[in-house]
């Protein structure tokens, strides 16, 4: 907490020379893009929301709020808001939603895409607009460096998952608790795969998985733009909540943003972040664990051949503009 009150300071105070030294460089290397000042000047909007963030928050515990649901839920939501908001200024964010209306009513659990550092920020903002939805998110515990993201997360019903862990059954019991009692205002929401794609890291999990499970590796063998996706997380959250529907989170524009060097190349991004949901009845997904593992290895490849088809149509509309160019 005290790096982040210090980095909000130093960077509103050093705040004419930084934006002289990184805005001189950006216009020689990358005049059009201006890349290293949108970053600097996103982490100097991130500093100040983490410091509003934290007030509010011991706010809330001054006042012994903390622990109530309604402006705990608030706090995040507007955590994220800010966050989302920050991007679009300083990083040229621009979203495009489909199907978000269908995570209501509750209960539902989200099994979500996630391809970069920003998704989860970005999915949060998708899943919770309003006070009228309660999120539980299955989280990394690395996230809980982020000050705001651990003070409040904690203290709502999130889990940060230990991934190191050497014994599961703790973990994946914690899960089912988590989504476990969701009513019409509940969302339960992860992310399948349990880290961001990428193509090595495909291919290092399909050798994996062959190792032990032959068949399984040749039906996800045609994956092209996800991670083969960890069913029992996956499982055990649903199995909490025996009457949620599942919506399936989708999304495209934030591939190669998967690294610090990748965030560098893409921004600003010309095309929308876009974004789709769908929504499974809960009669069609299977109870057992066998077959719920098969049943969420075709919606992923399912969602990998609509993300493949996005991205050929984005491909096949920029060859084209800049045909129409020359």
């Known amino acids: ?38 970053l600097v000047a996103f982490a100097f909007c991130w500093a100040w ?26 706090l995040q939501r507007r955590w994220a808001a800010r966050l989302v908001g920050a991007l679009r200024i300083t990083c040229g964010l621009k979203l495009r939603v489909i199907g978000n209306e269908l995570i209501r009513p509750g209960p539902v659990v989200v099994l979500a895409r ?40 904690n203290r709502g019903d999130n889990h940060f998952l230990d991934r190191t862990a050497t014994d599961a059954a703790p973990e994946l019991a914690a899960l089912s608790a988590l989504s476990a009692g969701m009513g019409t205002d509940g969302v339960s929401v992860i992310f399948p ?18 190792g032990h499970d032959p068949e ?6 045609n994956l092209k733009h996800l991670l083969p996706p960890r ?17 399936i989170l989708g999304h495209v524009g934030f591939e190669g943003l998967d690294t610090f060097s990748g965030i560098l190349k893409g921004i600003p991004n ?4 876009y974004a789709w ?3 499974i009845p809960r009669g069609e997904v299977p109870v057992d664990e066998a077959g719920f593992t098969l049943w969420l290895d075709n919606t992923w490849l399912q969602l990998d051949r609509e993300i493949d088809t996005e991205l050929q149509a984005r491909a096949g509309a920029f060859v084209e503009s800049r045909s129409t160019k020359s």
């Open 193 to 210: 795969e349990g880290t961001r794609a990428n193509p090595k890291k495909t291919a290092r999990a399909l050798e994996k998985i062959g």
């Open 216 to 221: 399984r590796a040749q039906r996800l063998r």
């Open 231 to 247: 069913p029992a997380g996956s499982y055990a959250l649903v199995s909490g909540a025996p009457t949620a529907d599942i919506v």
């Open 277 to 279: 949901m769908r929504r």
């Open 114 to 153: 996630h391809a970069s550092l920003a998704d989860s920020v970005v999915s949060f903002f998708l899943v919770a607009p309003t006070a009228a939805t309660i999120p539980r998110y299955v989280l990394k515990r690395e996230l809980l460096s982020d000050p705001a993201l651990d003070v409040g997360g």
């Open 49 to 74: 929301i983490e410091v509003a963030s934290l007030l509010v928050a011991f706010y809330l515990w001054a006042s012994g709020q903390i622990k109530k649901p309604a402006p705990l839920n608030s």
């Open 1 to 38: 907490m005290p790096a982040v009150f210090i980095a909000a300071i130093l960077l509103t105070v050093l705040l004419p020379i930084w934006v002289i030294i990184i805005g001189l460089y950006d216009l020689i290397r990358a005049p059009r893009r201006m890349p290293h000042l949108r």
């Open 270 to 273: 010309d095309d929308p972040i």
